[in-house]
């Protein structure tokens, strides 16, 4: 029966790992005193962000190593394997706890509720030399950061960010998802993301709420009054300048398989709670890299041409700004000193992850 409390313990701090869109794509299954089956899914069927389940996987490597981190705390070593058996769209891992006296306590351990994405503003002072040192040992020896600093820099991430929130919201797949996962008027949400943490003003919120009711209304909008002109300024342009740096996660080999991806999610979490643990602030910008994606791999996303041609061109810019590296990239964000975000999505409860025998 202990055992059994202490792993709700682990699973109720671990399910404040960061999903994408808040999806959350993780059940937990208590099998006994000392084993957890977590049943994962991912949303790619109908969430166009969600490529290949990539960002589902991520989120659910986020997941594993945060389980990892809040059992440190209990001396428990954790043991995790991927069910080969289990389809992609349905990633499901055992995982056996085990008492070991060389596990202490993991000092990110104390950040995990505290971790959270800010979108607003943050400050442009440079990271010292001691922070980027910390956060680059902090994703491991598979992973390398890059740190698109300065000015230049960050005006050309902002221009890429600008014109790719274009791309998000011509797009009649896209409106689809930002229907579903925005939680409007509200600075919290346990399955979404609320309102006031998206990083626009009241009033550009408001509007964007009136024009959202219909896919026609956006279109108009969109053709008639440079609709998407203030929302991409204020969630996309002003944050990509007012940051310390942009960061780009590669892996050092080209990530291919769905282990490589929730092996990335692993260290981008370890990543983001030590920035957290630095009392920086952190942002992703993953749809570059997304749409990015679907153009390299030949995977159609969309119905509409136009979207196609500008996803395109964008994809060059993505290109033009990440280099080399694009191929191996994993994650990229902004990054900065700031403020904790005062509205965040929090968690679905414990109960209402925990599932019975679903084998
Ligand atoms: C794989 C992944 C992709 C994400 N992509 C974005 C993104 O492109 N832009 C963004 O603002 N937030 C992004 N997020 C942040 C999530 O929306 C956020 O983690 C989630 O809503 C939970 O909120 P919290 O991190 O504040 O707890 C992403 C998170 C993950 C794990």
Redesign the pocket.
Known sequence: MEGRITIERILDIAR?A?????TQPWRFEIVDSDSVIVHGFDTRKDCVYDLQGR?SQ??IG?LLETIAIAASTYGLRVETRRRCDAPDVQPTFDIKFSSDIEIMEDPLVRFITE???Q?RRLRVRPLTLTEKQVLEASVGVHYQVKWLEGWANRFRAARLMFRNAKLRMIMPEAYQVHRRVIEWNASYSEDR?PQA?LGVSAPTAWLMRWVMRSWARVEFFNTYLAGTLIPRLEMDFVPSLACAAHVVIAARKTPETIDDYILAGRSVQRFWLTATKLGLRH?????PLIFAGYLKADIAFTKNENVKLFAASTAADTFELIGDDMARAVWIGRIGEGPA?KA??RRLSLETLLVSDRR
Do not use: F, H, K, Y
């Open positions: 404040w960061p999903s994408g869109d808040n960002a991520l989120s986020a971790r959270s994405v979108r993301i943490a942002q992703p910008e993953m749809t975000a965040r999505s």
